[in-house]
Nanobody, 124 residues
Framework: QMQLVESGGGLVQAGGSLRLSCAASGSHFPSHAVSWWRQAPGKERELVAAMGWTGNDIKYTDSVKGRFTISRDDTENTAYLQMNNLKPEDTAVYYC?????????????????WGQGTQVTVSS
């Protein structure tokens, strides 16, 4: 079993930055792909960014390319999402997820472990 705990969310003005962290328990984190998802009120959950277990295979949703960066530190069992130039449309609850796949899957069903979510609110 693996437990994921997100932190780093908050309220920020448009154009600002936040860094989300996802701390994982257990020893299998390095062999799992990690991803960040978000869900805004009234909208479906969407993939924001995903990274394979080697850290070399990364994908982003088009709306965050050039602004967000996903990373991982397997020595700390932690994944990160650096979010720059935030926009009001980035407001959502952000979730991290991990799954026993080597590639950065876009399918939520491929991720077995999910955090509780952290709120990100961007004011205009």
């Amino acid at each position: 079993q693996m437990q994921l705990v997100e932190s780093g969310g908050g309220l920020v003005q448009a154009g600002g930055s936040l860094r989300l962290s996802c701390a994982a328990s257990g020893s299998h984190f390095p062999s799992h792909a990690v991803s960040w998802w978000r869900q805004a009120p009234g909208k479906e959950r969407e993939l924001v960014a995903a990274m394979g277990w080697t850290g070399n295979d990364i994908k982003y949703t088009d709306s965050v390319k050039g602004r967000f960066t996903i990373s991982r530190d397997d020595t700390e069992n932690t994944a990160y999402l650096q979010m720059n130039n935030l926009k009001p449309e980035d407001t959502a609850v952000y979730y991290c997820a991990a799954g026993p796949t080597h590639y950065p899957s876009s399918y939520s069903s491929h991720y077995d472990y999910w955090g509780q979510g952290t709120q990100v609110t961007v004011s205009s």
